[in-house]
């Protein structure tokens, strides 16, 4: 099928008939379906596996007798499974593809969050909440990163911004329907709900997703393939001829031994790791924070969400400075302000400086896992995405420092200031690894593809 969609025949399936001038894109670009369902599980995932807490925590806590310590616990351990399934899931994304695994992670969260709710024993709180993280690392995550960057060069930033949008939305939506569903339903039936919507991406998935655009007689971003696929991906300025895409294509360009040995992988990871320490720390407690200074339970969660609804836009507005400008500068100038942001929140007695911390950091803390896939496709990429982010990733496991940071803060001076400082230095050291990363020189890629 290289040269396009071929003419309908007599006795071809009424799918099929159907299907071909879907994929070609009657309306708009097919990858932009890609990008819709890549939204949609990332809001599904990052919002049941993190923000819907929020909601479920006290309720949970009234009913089964749990303190709050126990069900962070449950974060803590769901997280670290969630991070270790990223490499396994990057590793299976290479061989088969993004929709097998977005079906079969679908199915396993929706129906760990509905039992998770259900149960009265911690530890099988514990054991659900895992299963619900590695079902939610199988859709979300690298999977579907790791789908739109299939289909975009050009426009990489935007589509990646989008998709990652649905990770901030999901802060300030899901929180919310979870708390109404529980006030009219119920833990258990708002539980059901949630799983049930969840479980929605399985035929979703199965129905709209595609692995690559070559396999569709299209090239990246819109174009259509000629006859003859010619060079298309630019890594580091080096042209790369690749075969035509099929699942199953992996690619070993970046061994690990290979990525040891680039400084980029290192700083790469590490600013992303410390941004994150301070991303995680304050929207895992802000709610608790607005709390504190003098906000109502209601009032607190709406700011809360605000500010989760304000990330959402800066995943894709930093997404497309990224496609306009020096991706490098843009992260750096992203990081700065990320500091600034946090910056603001030290002045807690001031209407002007709370708003402009929302605005701000909410703005600029949205962007960080929006670029983050953005320069590793960048640096390393694109048909070996999923091969270097699986690597990569390794290193967010530190953001469950940031966890600890808030609490210790709180415990130890009664305040989040403390942590809040701690973050400040950690995105100034990261602006600095970013400002200071060079992209491994085409040589190094010529002298390896030799071996």
């Not at 126990?70 to 994304?93: E, H, K, M, R």
């Not at 590695?134 to 690298?142: E, S, V």
């Not at 709900?193 to 569709?216: D, K, N, Q, T, Y």
């Not at 200071?436 to 190094?444: C, E, I, L, Q, S």
């Amino acid at each position: 099928m290289h040269g396009g969609f071929e003419k309908v025949q007599s006795g071809t399936s009424l799918w099929t008939a159907i299907e071909k001038p879907i994929l070609k894109g009657m309306f708009v670009y097919y990858g932009w379906y890609i990008v819709g369902v890549a939204f949609f599980a990332n809001f599904m995932s990052v919002g049941t596996g993190f923000y819907a807490l929020n909601a479920f925590m006290e309720p949970l806590c009234q009913l089964r007798g749990w303190t709050r310590t126990d069900i962070n616990l449950a974060l803590v351990i769901g997280t670290l499974f969630g991070f270790s399934c990223q490499f396994i899931y990057g590793t299976i994304v290479m061989y088969t593809g993004v929709r097998a695994l977005m079906v079969f992670g679908s199915l396993v969260g929706g129906m760990a969050f509905i039992f998770m709710a259900r149960v009265e024993a911690l530890w099988q709180f514990y054991f659900f909440y895992i299963l619900l993280f590695i079902g939610n690392g199988a859709y979300g995550g690298i999977v579907s990163a790791t789908a739109v960057n299939n289909w975009f060069v050009l426009k990489r930033g935007k589509a990646m911004g989008f998709a990652a949008a649905g990770i901030s939305f999901s802060g300030a939506i899901l929180p919310m329907i979870a708390m109404i569903a529980i006030i009219r339903s119920g833990v258990d039936g708002a539980a059901l709900v949630i799983g049930l919507s969840v479980m929605l991406m399985a035929p979703l998935a199965w129905f709209v997703m595609r692995e690559w655009p070559e396999e569709m007689g299209m090239l990246p971003d819109g174009g259509i393939a000629e006859p003859e696929f010619p060079c298309r991906t630019k890594v580091t300025g080096a042209e790369i001829c690749n075969p035509i895409k099929k699942a199953g294509n992996a690619c070993d360009s970046w061994p690990f031994g290979m990525l040891m040995r680039t400084g980029a992988f290192w700083k790469l990871g590490l600013s992303y790791a410390m941004l994150m320490v301070g991303t995680v720390g304050v929207m895992s407690q802000l709610k608790p924070r607005f709390t504190d200074i003098g906000f109502s339970s209601l009032h607190a969660m709406i700011l809360m969400s605000v500010t989760a609804l304000i990330g959402s836009a800066g995943k894709y507005f930093w997404g497309a400075f990224c496609d306009r400008f020096e991706p490098k500068k843009v992260v750096v100038l992203m990081s700065l302000a990320n500091a600034a942001g946090l910056s603001l929140a030290l002045y807690q007695d001031s209407m002007i400086f709370l708003i402009l911390f929302i605005v701000v950091f909410g703005f600029t803390m949205g962007g960080i896992m929006s670029t983050y896939s953005i320069m590793v496709a960048i640096f390393f990429g694109r048909d070996c995405f999923p091969s270097v982010l699986r690597y990569i990733s390794i290193f967010l496991i530190m953001q469950l420092a940031g966890y600890l940071i808030a609490g210790q803060s709180h415990d130890q001076t009664g305040s989040y200031d403390l942590a809040y400082m701690i973050y400040i230095g950690l995105d100034l050291l990261a602006a600095v690894l970013l400002g200071t990363m060079k992209p491994p020189g085409a040589a190094v890629i010529s002298s390896h593809s030799s071996d």
